[in-house]
């Protein structure tokens, strides 16, 4: 199997601060996506999972590294020493500076500011002393300055032409390699120094980041912030000092950018030529392939609407929706002459004014608050995307038409969707049925997971899909890509709880998986030979058209999270799959061309697995996990007969054979003196263990 090092991991555990979190993902997401998936992770993972194999750069932002060193002593700094000396790549910014050194001297004649002492990780092989510069302050921008870096460009292999020697990088705490000079010997590189004096000795020279090579792998620490980018530090009138020093890093920021674009590749990374924009958020467009249905799904919703300014919001849980008109807003009398019933009109009307008494003036707050952030933020700047309000256009007349969504036809997707549910022989669909589509979103799992209040008043079939996600989720740390050329949906179930015995809840990510097989096999004649398998219990993998034969990479992958309402489990399935970039893995479209068949079509596909899901669920509430599911199941797996390292028995080694159609568990063989069996069956959870299987082991979160 190939595992493709996709992962820039950012540390986001204890010690850390969430602005140098922050700040780590922005400017990093600008320069490496979507050839790597940045994501923040917890010393948990480091500890537990099997986060190295797919891990491109391991990165520890700024805060205390104190705290650093009471999560990771003992095995996590030995997995991140081990990860390192085998070919991976580390990067310190400040704190994480500190952290990657053999000892640490910070603020030594202080008795309420130092820390003293040596550190595990050793990657610099002396000393990180501070405070490079007097002032600092915890939490506060009172010793922040602009600190003037000059760059070794002999330390490059490819330095622009014309970059300059100089440039102003944000400074807050951080501290000098001290002898960075004398400790070229040993592999040491400077790749800026500090131009003016510095509050503490440092030795022969003045390093204020520093390279090198630790094993097979490589190392940067730094002792400033050039992370930070000047659009998202915000001046304030009480530190005049501190709005100069942002118009100083602002004035050198193409300096710092190209900077940091060098680090990068020193560390061995693919960088982009040009920052990467986070695109803005779109409208979201609810549509049904029956227009009256998108009235019908309003009314569903109507009782949870909030009216601010004569315009209508649901405030959930975590999101804030804004409903506007086909060609305008929603207008009060107008939203309810196209929902309410005559039957409960005025009953309806008044229960609706006495809960907007009783309720409203809470939510209106928030909804206003909200308001005020969107109208306040800048695109450039870092944004809480969960704070900006998410927009809703219902088409109840027609469809959006190509100029509303160029990147989605809304025709083809439900022309094709009746096709597909009529191969299946599917009475009345409603998988599909109603469809949400945004552009550009945050994540369709947690726009529809994250509040309830939508979720539990959205019908089973609902289905929000989108061209970009900004802030996409996965399971664990294993978090999928999803750059332009991905299709990316989440569906809604409503799984009763007297069917959890016969149809347990843990199968849907099963039927998610055989469902994208499936559709995608039987999308046309000609492409149920692709060579598309299944990971254990939620990836989908392909072979590598140019590879060697059984050669298998990640294309996507399955989420499904379930919470207990009433009478039923309220389900979101959201399912990433790459179709058309290259990037980081494979695409199915690259699998096609070389079979000589067309490109997939977005709306097609989408219409084809949703109909095989449907077709599948609705046979599963039926008849369970049948034997024929688990027979097809078998057949696109990768796992069949397979050697696993059982850590959660004593490294017993064992086969895997299958799993049990009762509750999903995963069964394996045990295997003695010269792989014999020994006749005993272990059962494994998949939502209590991190697997890595093309490394042949299990490993059990505790």
Known sequence: MATKKMNVLVYSGNGSTTESVRHCLYTLRRLLSPTYAVISITGDVIIKEPWTASCALLVFPGGADLGYCRTLNGEGNRRISQYVNRGGSYLGFCAGGYYGTSRCEFEVNDKKMAVVGDRELCFYPGICRGLAF????????????????????????????????TFKSYYNGGGVFVDANKLESRGVQTLASYTEDLHVDSGEGSAAVVYKKVGAGHVVLTGPHPEFAPTNLTRTVKLPSYSEAIDLITSTDATRIQFMRMCLQKLGLKVNEEEQAVPSLSRLYLSAHNAADVSVLIRLWRETFTVVDGEEYIKGENDVFHFEKEGGTWGVAELKKAVDVVSDAITGKNKGKEEQEGRGDEKVKEIRERMEYAETSKEDKILDYDKLIKKITPHE???????????????????????????????QPT?????????VVTS????????????????????????????????????????????????????SFTLTQSAPIIFVQYLAAL????GIHNYAPGYSNLPIKLKWPNDIYAQVPSGKEGEFVKI???????????????????????????APTTSLNALAKREGLKAFQMERLLASILAQFEHLYTSFCCNGFSRDMEGEYYDSWLHTNQIVTLETHDGARARIKGITRDWGLLLAEELGWEDRATGRIIQLQSDSNSFDFFKGLLRRKV
């Not at 969504?405 to 009475?427: E, V």
């Not at 469902?515 to 499936?518: D, E, S, T, Y």
């Not at 207990?564 to 179709?579: A, E, F, L």
Request: hydrophobic fraction near 35%; include cysteine; charge should be positive.
């Open 134 to 165: 007097a002032g600092f302050v915890y939490h506060s921008e009172a010793g922040a300055r602009a600190a003037d870096l000059k760059i070794n460009k002999a330390a490059f292999s490819d330095v622009l032409a014309g970059l300059p020697e």
């Open 397 to 427: 007349r027609s469809l959006p038409s190509t100029r509303e969504t160029p990147f989605f036809h809304h025709d083809s997707y439900y022309a094709n969707l009746a096709h597909y549910h009529q191969k299946c022989g599917t009475d």
């Open 431 to 439: 998988f599909g049925k109603c469809l949400l589509y945004g552009e």
């Open 444 to 495: 369709t799992n947690t726009l529809l997971e994250k509040n309830p209040t939508l979720l539990r008043n959205s019908p089973t079939g609902l289905t929000l899909t989108a061209t970009t996600q900004i802030a996409g989720r996965g399971r664990g740390s294993n978090v999928w890509v999803a750059p332009p050329g991905a299709l990316m949906f989440s569906t809604i179930l409503h799984h």
């Open 515 to 518: 469902a994208i097989v499936r």
């Open 556 to 582: 996507g992958g399955i989420l499904v999270h379930s919470s207990y309402s009433g009478s039923s489990y309220d389900v979101v399935t959201g399912i990433g799959i790459n179709v058309a970039n290259a």
